[in-house]
């Protein structure tokens, strides 16, 4: 399974077509097995998009997305997790766990560092 962040620093980047880098993680066996950052600077949506199908991205977790990267997605049957901040590590880790929701905030910025949704 492969899992995408649009990040920016060692945080979740808030909007999917600006972040600098990508970083895409294998998890295997309820596990993180690989990851690789691609820098993003120049990338177009389209080309973003693009690069998700051509690594079979199957869970998208990323703070804002645009209507037609969303739905781009969902045709692509990849899994988004829109509205998500904090800290990269604490995502992957709250993924993980099977305690990430859609607008939830992570770490630091969430109370008892724990994964809470928004209201």
Not at 67 to 76: D, G, L, Q, T
């Amino acid at each position: 399974m492969n899992l995408a962040l649009p990040v920016f620093q060692a945080r979740v980047s808030p909007r999917f077509d600006c972040a600098p880098e990508l970083l895409v993680v294998t998890l295997s066996d309820g596990r993180e097995t690989d990851r690789t950052l691609y820098p993003t600077p120049d990338w177009t949506r389209e080309q973003r998009l693009t690069k998700l199908i051509q690594l079979s991205v199957d869970t998208v977790i990323c703070g804002g997305v645009d209507r037609y990267s969303a739905e781009r997605m969902n045709a692509y049957h990849i899994t988004v997790y829109p509205w998500v901040t904090g800290k990269v590590a604490d995502i992957i880790q709250c993924y993980l766990q099977g305690r990430l929701v859609k607008g939830g905030m992570i770490g630091e910025g969430g109370c008892f560092r724990g994964c809470w949704r928004f209201r």
